[in-house]
């Protein structure tokens, strides 16, 4: 069977069609992913609602008297979210070999990452406020509508690693049989961290195209 | 497991009394509140789903009292306004959906043959918040601040410059506490069907309802986003002066319909759907055999749930699309009535090809197959475009969407209580008084909604709170008014039969049906923890199957038993292979703790009284983290190297 | 194929098996948000061209395009259907895929003849008139 029409033939035979896939998923492995799914739509109808009401709205956009949003902070901001990801990868195989030190440290980094992030987002706002505010017109309430529910997501996410980095340094909590949870929270913020690129783009990149 | 030398299979005396143990709950107060049980939350689900039922209906006869004559002056304009807004809201959102999760809930593990739902403090939490979100909408009634701009609250209508107070507020603010406990539930039903299925139970033995229960969760998961996305910006708009739906600050009102539509679409199925699976489940035992084309409803089933999100530019013909892109989406509403109609071919050849026996839940299926399919003829006819445009917003729309929504959802659901209430409460129904209930609601549905297509033909347009004496209009409003009281005592007949059954009625054996599914092979009611012995599956109607009944009984091997504790049994995604077995947890109050403090949050949203708020969003954060804190274990137990 | 496939073949297996069942789901969600999008957008603008192509050809592609997809998973489909026949009582794996390919078959005529609607109003309809 090493010619290509044999593996041809063994995909497509009766056993390798009839293969159980996906198979032993935990509950909470699932459960986190319809949450996750429900979740993205919402952020992709909040997205959708920017497109919808950016081209309706005609030519110039942003609306006169606001300027197309600079790239900078936003760019540093992708930096330091998008790799926080790793430590969480790398702390939620640790544990899977039971490494507790790794879980721990792993998580640690991401916590700091991500209060990086949410520094930065602060220091945007506190910039951008003076230029408009929420009330200002409807894009200022989709910018701040959409950047902030990400950022709460951002903060839900913080609390999730933040709580399991507690659980874990008072012992007795994870271990190679017992990791769901880190695996769950991970999930969770590899989405927030795909949110944000999504949110990157439509946002800071989209006006300039 | 043939091979082992564990004692004689079978259920022992002793694993009932360790089952019993584990899983009874004692008559306690704190054992009412803080239950895990699912058929008790299955219970409350559909007791207070019918109570918002109840209070929905009245408002709808005090509508129909107001418009029996022209002129009258039962209601003023204002108070109209909300009594539509909250009968719509509340039949929809209140009353139809959470009643068939109501059904889902008692019926999805026993059907599947488990102990529970996959998550059960998930799903006490689910009931709590829906049980506050309807007593949060209801309760502004009263205060004369409840919702008034139609259920569908259509911006500009809904912002605060046109409709000061605080009606829509309490609109969005308890769809959005209400769509907490409904993705919840959803989340729930799709993970129990998927993990916790009994052995042998592949995709191809799954019962039909809960396929069409499974299709439903995906339908919310998806859908409901765009309406909590909805609400969540009217109430930015409303409170807080953004102006996502302001044209003179770059909103735009039509934002609001689309993304309204997005969710309304494939809600109309969201509601429709279980029901049509309480048709496919209530049918075999009276027709004496299988419903007719088992993978094609599934087929149907599943294509509805994923068309059903392509139809929604369907309710915006006034909005001056290219038609050529308007037209990607009518092929889409042209295709979706196939498989709709192959739902019914099937139950029609099903009735055709079976033995008929006539026994009130099938009345209740007849009716549902009448009415709706009439529902679907005037569906159809609003296609023609040009019809359409005549009489949008006149009383044939409330026609039509009644004939669908009773006729599909209500008519199933009477049949559904009839059905499997020996199965929840143990006890027989009275057959004559179920007869003359059937009857007196049929008639008085038609009585009742019939003659709207005519008034609403000859102009009579909707959420009117009344009317000048035109010929054709008088005596129709009075005919339908007339029927809709026929139609309360009917209704009030089905709740006769209900409290008579559960004080005086002959208690009911395992099976008075013999129906086809595994939640026949339980005790009535059934034991809290369902099975003695988890069932091993071997066809698609395992309780008409000897070796599935066999595995229950004296074929029940201790890996099916799990006395040894809250246990039970999780299976492979697709064929049901079993995995392992695992610990459910006990009872316990956080879900209540939990739902009170989005409720407090929820009202002191409303009230503006915003500390409040921060402090309760605290403690929904302290409730979560608690409840999910792990128990410390040893390191062995863990797997901790260093 | 009296071997039993190694892990490669199944997953292979376990995944054609899938898109014979959802291809065409898939394939009719991407025509429709491209057919749409693009009409739309395009109309918006005031121009009956994307880039260089005229719109109607651009529109045409994403029929054309979702239109072979499904083509593709119907036949997959078909296979499946094929090869499960032996599917006994108890095989409940074989007689699971073939509930699933007789899903497939028929959804993927059902979404084949959505799209090529949209197809035959792509033909008929000028794109952007109201
Ligand atoms: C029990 C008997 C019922 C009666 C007598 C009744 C009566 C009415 C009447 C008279 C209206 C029109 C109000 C107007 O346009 O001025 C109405 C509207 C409506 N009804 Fe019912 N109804 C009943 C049951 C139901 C059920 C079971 C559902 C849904 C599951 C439902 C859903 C609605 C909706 C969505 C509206 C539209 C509200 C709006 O205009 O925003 N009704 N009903």
Known sequence: MSDRGGVVAAATGAEALST?????????????????????????????????????????????????????????????????????????????????????????????????????????????????????????????????????????????????????????????????????????WHFVDLVWVAILFTIYLSPRL | MSTTTTPPPGVSAQDLARLAEHWAERPSLRGWFSTVDHKRIGRRYLVTAGFFFVLAGLSA???????????????????????????????????????????GNFLVPLMIGSRDMAFPRLNAFGYWVFLFAGLFMWASLPFGAAPNNGWFAYAPLNQEQHNPGLHMDVYALGLLFLGISTTAASINFIVTALKLRAPGMSLNRVPLFVWAIVATAFMVIFALPALNADNLMLFLDRRFGTHFFDPSAGGNVLLWQHLFWIFGHPDVYIIVMPALGIVSAVLPAFTRRGVVGYPLIVLSIVSISIISFGVWVHHMFATGLPQLSYSFFSAASTI?????????????????????????????????VVTFVLGGFTGAMFAVTAFDQQVTDSYFVVAHFHYVLIGGAVFPMLAGIYYWLPKITGRMYHERLGRWAFWLVFAGMHVTFFPMHLYGLFGMPRRVYTYRSEPGWDGWNLVSTLGSYLLAVGLLLVLVGVVHAVRRGRPAPPDPWEGDSLEWSTASPPEPYNFPALPRVHSLHPAWDERTAESLGAGATADRILSDGRRTLVTSELDAHPERAVQMPESTLKPLVLAGALLIFFTSMLLAWYPAAAVAALAVVATIAVWLWPPRRPDEELGVTG | MTTRPGPHARLTGGLLLWYG????????????????????????????RVAAVPLWQAVGLAVVIPALFTVGSLLVAALVWRRTRRAGEDDRAFGRSRMLAVVGVWSNLLFLAIIVLGGVAVLVLPPCQG
């Not at chain 1, 709205?57 to 998008?82: C, F, N, Q, R, S």
């Not at chain 3, 969600?29 to 009956?48: I, M």
């Open chain 2, 61 to 103: 006869l005090v509508m129909r009292t107001q418009l029996a004559r022209p002129e009258a002056g039962v209601v003023s304009p204002q108070e109209y306004n909300q009594l539509f807004s909250m009968h719509g809201t509340a039949m929809i959102f209140l009353f139809a959906t959470p009643m068939l999760f109501g059904f």
């Open chain 2, 336 to 368: 979706i009535t196939i498989p709709s109609g192959i739902q019914i071919f099937a139950w029609l050849a099903t009735m055709l090809l079976g033995r008929l026996v006539l026994r009130v839940p099938l009345l209740f299926v007849i009716g549902f």
């Open chain 3, 21 to 48: 069942v959802l291809g065409g789901a898939v394939a009719w969600g991407v025509h429709v948000f491209a057919a749409w999008g693009l009409d739309e957008l395009a109309c918006a603008a005031g121009s009956e």
């Open chain 1, 20 to 188: 159980e896939l996906p198979v032993g998923r935990s509950a909470g492995w699932w459960g986190m992913v319809m949450f996750v799914a429900t979740e993205a739509t919402l952020f992709a109808c909040l997205l959708g609602s920017y497109f919808y009401l950016r081209f309706q709205y005609g030519p110039t956009w942003p609306p006169a008297g606001i300027e197309a949003p600079k790239l900078l902070t936003p760019l540093v901001m992708t930096a330091v979210l998008v790799p926080s990801s790793l430590p969480v990868v790398w702390a939620e195989r640790g544990i899977r070999q039971g490494q507790r030190w790794r879980l721990q440290s792993g998580l640690a980094a991401t916590m700091v990452l991500g209060v990086t992030f949410l520094a930065l987002q602060a220091s945007e706002y506190a910039e951008k406020l003076t230029q408009f505010t929420m009330t200002t017109d409807a894009y200022g309430s989709l910018f701040y509508l959409i950047t902030g529910f990400h950022g709460l997501h951002v903060m839900v996410g913080l609390t999730m690693i933040g709580w399991l980095l507690a659980a874990s340094l008072r012992g007795g909590s994870f271990g190679s049989h017992r990791h769901e949870r880190v695996r769950n929270a991970a999930m969770y």
